[in-house]
Each structure stands twice: as structure tokens, then as C-alpha cells.
């Protein structure tokens, strides 16, 4: 067993999660080999540390790999993860409609296995995944992650996964790579989003990402391939997608098929569509309004109704400002925005 020290965005379940869940949650994450890495909301948790488990063992459950048996129950509600449904069935995914319950309803036939992943571009060893391999070749943990929609609504998410850098430094990255560019599956007949302009939000797809290097092999950026202890439902992402807490949503790109290393800065989808109002960066930062709303606050998405929850300060760097800020220094934030 393996020992890590805790990092300091990640409270410890135990502070926010009653005992008889904490214990029950712990149990279950262990036997399916998952690292429950904590809650990143705090500035000031105190270190500690946690095990690494071995690999994931998964089971079927219906058409979503069960990958652990337990939701949270958080007893500070200042702390509450947004329940699942919500995240089932409130999502921006332009590919399946852009309404919000659109996604749910359009994509539950969406098929995620088969599926490969290529890594590729400036690297030494370039090579494709498969589906099995996105469980099988990485350590999963599970971090609960905010997540901060452009459009001034939040969510907080128990998401599973792994870094984003184990991918990268398995491929060897060449020394020229400055950039990591992403590419969404191209389906038009499983995506309808992607056949009608209608559909489809008249966006050019498929739907690309891009961030800067330094940004994709810091620790908090992840490839996520499960929320709730399940493999990703289609509207979320299945079968991986990339989150990165510190940027607005759109910037966490979905269905992944390929990662490529690149020495040029990448085209990024909503910042080819309206250059003006998407940037490349995509910081979350309460001091730069969006052209036709202010993002100095939120609306978060917890319990009750998605239009009656409550409203709270958004956070610099979305709460995450000692961990990230550094990569930033010296740029000015409202002209890379």
C-alpha cells in the first residue's frame, strides 16, 4: 500500500460526511479499489493523509458500470453535493439539444463501448485506449470537484477519475509541446446536435478544447469516468470527458477521442464561435463580467428546484486560487479571459 499526503484542497470526508456514512462510503470505496481523495471547498483543511487502493474492480449495472455502492450525505449544507439527478438531467451537451433536459432525454441511446481514445501529436510514444483500459491502466480516485457553468449556475460533484498528467507522461511528451488539444467523438447519427444546426446550437463541430500544457498536467485536472460511483451517463460525458474546476464548464469537454500535443495554440469551440465572449483561458473570475450577465455571483444547484436554489459569491479561480493562481502570474486576467 501506498501512502500520499493529502492535498490541501481536499477535505477530509470524514469533516463533512456523517459517521455511520463516512464508514459506509470508506468500506465500499476500498473493496472497488477507489481512492476517496475529499472535498476541495475549504482553504484552510488541515493535511493529512490517505491511502492509495489498488486498481477498480467494476460491476454491470444496467448499461453503467457500478463503481462504488454509496452517495454522499453531507451535514453541512454549505458543503452539499448537488444531488444526482440533477446532474442527470441538467446539463449543456449542444451535441444531444440545447435545451437543458435535452441531453437525458436524446442521448440514452448513446453507445460508449466500444470506444478508443488516441494520444497523439508531439510525444515520443503515441498510443490508443480502449474502453476497458480508461478502468484498467489508471489508479481511480474519487474528488468532489465544484463545477462553475459560464452562464452563472454551480454545481458540486463527486466526481471519479484519475489526473489528466498520468495520460501525458504515458505518452512521453516531447519537449516542443506547449499545447494539449481535445477532440469530441463526430457522430452525426447518434449525435442529432451535431446534423442540425437547429439541434445543434450553430456550432461547428466537432466540439474541440484546448488548454496550455502546464494546465493540463497539474494535479487538479482530471479525465473523469464516473460521478456518483457509476460510470458516466451519456449526457455527462461517457465514456470520459475532461474537468478542469478552475475554468467554466465549457471548458470540460465531453466524449473524448482524442488528446493531441501540439506546439500552437489550439482552436477552442465557444471561443471560435464568439471570440469576444468566450476566451481561451476561461478562468472563472468575479471581476470579469460576461459580456451579457455578471459573474460575480452564482446560482448553485442543490436541493429543491434548479430555478429556487440559492444564490452565493463566486469565488476566484472558482475556490481553487492557491492551487492555480501561480500558473497565471505576471498575465493580465481580464485580457486573457
Known sequence: MQIKI????????????????????????????IVAIGLPLSTNANAGLFDFISSPQEQAVDQ??????????????ALSL???????????????????????????????????????????????????????QFTLEERIYRLRCVEAW?????????SLRDIIKKADPQQRAKYVAFETLYDPKQMPGQA????????????VEGLRI????????????????????PQNGAPLRLVVP????????KSIVRIHLTDQQPPTTWNRLAASEYGFYANVNPEVDHPRWSQAS???????????????PTLMFNGYAEEVASLYKGMDLKRNY
Do not use: C
Open 154 to 162: 454551480s454545481m458540486n460533484i463527486p466526481w471519479i477519475g484519475f
Open 196 to 207: 442540425s444546426s437547429r439541434l445543434g446550437g450553430d456550432i461547428e463541430y466537432p466540439y
Open 6 to 33: 493529502r492535498p490541501r484542497w481536499a477535505l477530509s470526508e470524514s469533516q463533512v460526511t456523517p459517521e455511520t456514512v463516512y464508514h459506509q462510503r470508506r468500506d465500499i470505496l476500498k473493496k472497488l479499489g
Open 64 to 77: 453503467r458500470r457500478q463503481l462504488n455502492g454509496a452517495n454522499s450525505s453531507l451535514s453541512n449544507p
Open 214 to 233: 502546464d494546465e493540463a498536467m497539474h494535479p487538479l485536472t482530471m479525465i473523469s469516468v464516473g460521478l456518483y460511483g457509476k460510470t458516466l451517463a
Open 82 to 136: 448537488t444531488p444526482e439527478d440533477k446532474i442527470l438531467n441538467y446539463n449543456n451537451f449542444y451535441e444531444f439539444g440545447t435545451d437543458k433536459s435535452s441531453p437525458a432525454i436524446r442521448a440514452e441511446k448513446f453507445i460508449t463501448d466500444p470506444w478508443n481514445v488516441t494520444i497523439d501529436g508531439m510525444v515520443n510514444k503515441p498510443f490508443t485506449l480502449d474502453y476497458d483500459d480508461l478502468f484498467k
Open 298 to 312: 452564482e446560482r448553485f444547484i442543490g436541493e429543491g428546484n434548479v430555478f429556487s436554489s440559492r444564490r452565493q
Open 246 to 253: 478552475w475554468k467554466y464548464g465549457f471548458k470540460s469537454i
